[in-house]
């Protein structure tokens, strides 16, 4: 083959790849418009950030490569200017435009998690149950959805008593996770004893519930069963595995069983409504 067949050759696979993405804008715009961007990928997501810094260049294999480097769209607005700037075919400009929008987003989280207390770490959660059990009337089962950064969005009891598992119960609860758009889910069981420990049901329907929730997913991070004495976490045992998410959604898990993050903790008398069987 001489070197202009191979030209040729060339310039036609440049050619059906551009024509594989002709008009590929557009659609992306115009799905997101239509149907939101819950459904988006994360690589659609950041494809959708950087049209407004790279107008008119291809940026799909851009936005895989971002996915793939920081670990989702989390990941590049948190990731250093510098990092991202290094990032072949991105640029200090889109760079910078990139930590504007995370500031942004950082600011409009701050106005929406106002009077919402931080639960996703252990000992947040430990202490919120704590601080609310004598609330939770009698014996009881809670679920608490979550935010990407830990916060509460919702918190539902699921049932009254110690049967928490059954399939009404339950459905209503995937319900809940659904309709909030919870990035992560806590389980609460309010138990009469003085210091709870999970039977064979509690173990069996966690993982069941768990195994639920992570085709959505969703983590379960913990359940934890509150006595009168103390409680019991059954990720902190070891009860409940965690395993098989994207590498954004394991870092929530990790998150959950690390240090406590400096956020605003709970304050006395702040919170006081979140155990309510009424909706906010």
């Known amino acids: 083959m001489n070197s202009m067949e191979s030209g040729k050759n060339t310039f036609l696979s440049r050619s059906l790849a551009n024509s594989a993405h002709a008009g590929h804008r557009e659609r992306l715009r115009r799905r997101a418009l239509l149907e939101g961007i819950d459904d988006l990928r994360p690589h659609e997501l950041l494809e959708l ?45 889109a760079a910078r435009w990139l930590k504007r929008v995370s500031a942004l987003c950082d600011a409009y ?29 009698g014996e009881a089962a809670w679920q608490f959805c979550l935010t990407y950064e830990g916060r509460l969005l919702l918190a539902r009891p699921i049932a009254v008593g110690t049967a928490w598992a059954e399939p009404e119960c339950l459905r209503a609860a ?16 309010f138990v009469d004893a003085a210091l709870p420990a999970p039977d064979d049901y509690d173990l069996e329907n966690t993982a069941a519930y768990a195994a639920t929730l992570q085709r959505l997913d969703v983590p379960l ?21 965690m395993g098989g998410f994207s590498r954004e959604v394991a870092r929530v898990s990790e998150r959950y069983m690390g240090p406590l993050l400096p956020a605003r903790n709970l304050r006395e008398g702040e919170d006081e409504d979140w155990l309510s069987f009424e909706d906010e």
């Open 49 to 93: 950030l950087l049209y407004y810094a790279i107008p008119r260049r291809d940026v799909n294999a851009l936005a895989h490569a971002l996915d793939e480097q920081f670990g989702g769209v989390y990941g590049v607005l948190r990731a250093d200017e510098g990092a991202l700037a290094a990032v072949p075919g991105l640029g200090g400009r």
């Open 109 to 137: 989280a701050l106005l929406r998690a106002e009077g919402r207390p931080m639960l996703g770490n252990l000992r947040c959660f430990r202490e919120f149950a704590r601080k609310y059990r004598p609330f939770a009337g």
């Open 174 to 189: 995937v319900g809940d996770v659904v309709s909030s758009h919870a990035h992560s889910v806590l389980l609460a069981q």
């Open 221 to 241: 991070l913990d359940h934890l069963l509150v006595g009168s004495e103390g409680d019991h976490s059954m990720r902190d045992r070891g009860e409940l595995l």
